[in-house]
Nanobody, 126 residues
Framework: RVQLVESGGGSVQAGGSLKLSCARS???????????MAWYRRPPGKERELVSRINVDGTTKYADSVKGRFTISRDNAKNTVYLQMNRLKTEDTAVYYCAAELRSLDEGCIDKPDYWGQGTQVTVSS
């Protein structure tokens, strides 16, 4: 059973920094490909949106709203992905979710997560 556990959320003033961590434990019951891990967020009253993703080959992508401020990284030995968030803005306030894409060999990677963490609250005040 796959579990994703986020940590590092909290409250900070605009312009400040936070670092989120997500540790993955367990594996699917089937033979799988580790396609990548990602961070999503759901701002108050809005839809969930992709913040950043890191693929198994190390390539990354970011939402335009966070480029230059957020950095995603990983520690493969610890099965952990991080999101360093700098120069935070009030509009970054959201519940942040860790996600993983662990696809079966038959399915292959489709750039869409299939496992989710519980989420961690990030609140940025002015």
């Amino acid at each position: 059973r796959v579990q994703l556990v986020e940590s590092g959320g909290g409250s900070v003033q605009a312009g400040g920094s936070l670092k989120l961590s997500c540790a993955r434990s367990g594996s699917p019951s089937y033979s799988f490909i580790h396609c990548g891990m990602a961070w999503y967020r759901r701002p108050p009253g809005k839809e969930r949106e992709l913040v950043s993703r890191i693929n198994v080959d190390g390539t990354t992508k970011y939402a335009d709203s966070v480029k230059g401020r957020f950095t995603i990284s990983r520690d493969n030995a610890k099965n952990t992905v991080y999101l360093q968030m700098n120069r935070l803005k009030t509009e970054d306030t959201a519940v942040y979710y860790c996600a993983a894409e662990l696809r079966s060999l038959d399915e292959g990677c489709i750039d869409k997560p299939d496992y989710w963490g519980q989420g961690t609250q990030v609140t940025v005040s002015s």
